[in-house]
């Protein structure tokens, strides 16, 4: 598996209903891409649940890494490249990955914390499988994983939610414009 996200900062005063009408017409072409476990088309809007400013972005987790680079190399990213520019684009090892009850997305939370060199990197596997288990146990999660950020020593969790995003909650969060999941069915 292979998780992955790029994000496009939008101007203050950007019109976010481009980016919505965008999601309504592209979101639906990815329901059906092979090896692909799910793709977030997500937002984020200035002074909404702590938004500093206006985000859009993607969050995507691959089951096959040949075809997100399949994707990296066609068409479909040079879509993106024309209308955004070419983005940073961040990658994750995932260490668990499993589907919650919940069907509908509104909110993703990223979590992110630093390992500290001495960590028990085999008690941080068990314990992060663990605790995916409690998320999807969750009436309201629709998906969790667990990442290594491999360059910066840091675990990353996405919990896609069905509830409203909530920054209470803590963690970076984005509201979910369309979930494409053509092989959720295939997580624990």
């Not at 200035?46 to 399949?70: E, H, K, M, P, T």
């Not at 146990?137 to 969790?144: I, L």
Request: proline share 5%; aromatic share 10%.
């Amino acid at each position: 598996m292979f998780t992955m996200q790029y994000s496009h900062r939008l101007p203050t005063d950007y019109d976010m209903e481009i980016i919505r009408r965008r999601v309504a017409e592209r979101g639906p072409l990815w329901n059906d891409t092979e090896g692909l476990v799910c793709k977030l088309f997500v937002t984020q809007q200035r002074d909404r649940n702590g938004a500093a400013g206006n985000v859009y972005a993607s969050i995507y987790l691959w089951l096959d890494s040949d075809a997100a680079v399949r994707f990296l190399m066609g068409e479909r990213f040079q879509a993106v490249i024309d209308s955004f520019g070419r983005p940073q684009i961040e990658t994750w090892l995932p260490l668990d990955a499993r589907r919650g009850n919940a069907k509908q997305a509104l909110s993703i939370y990223r979590d992110e914390r630093v390992l500290p060199a001495a960590t028990d990197r085999a008690a941080l596997y068990t314990g992060e499988v663990e605790r995916n288990r409690e998320i999807a146990a969750r009436p309201d999660t629709v998906a969790v994983w667990a990442a290594l950020d491999l360059h910066a020593w840091k675990l990353m969790r996405f919990t896609v939610s069905s509830a409203p995003a909530d920054p209470a909650r803590g963690g970076e969060v984005y509201d979910v414009l369309h979930l494409a999941q053509p092989e959720l069915g295939r997580l624990a």
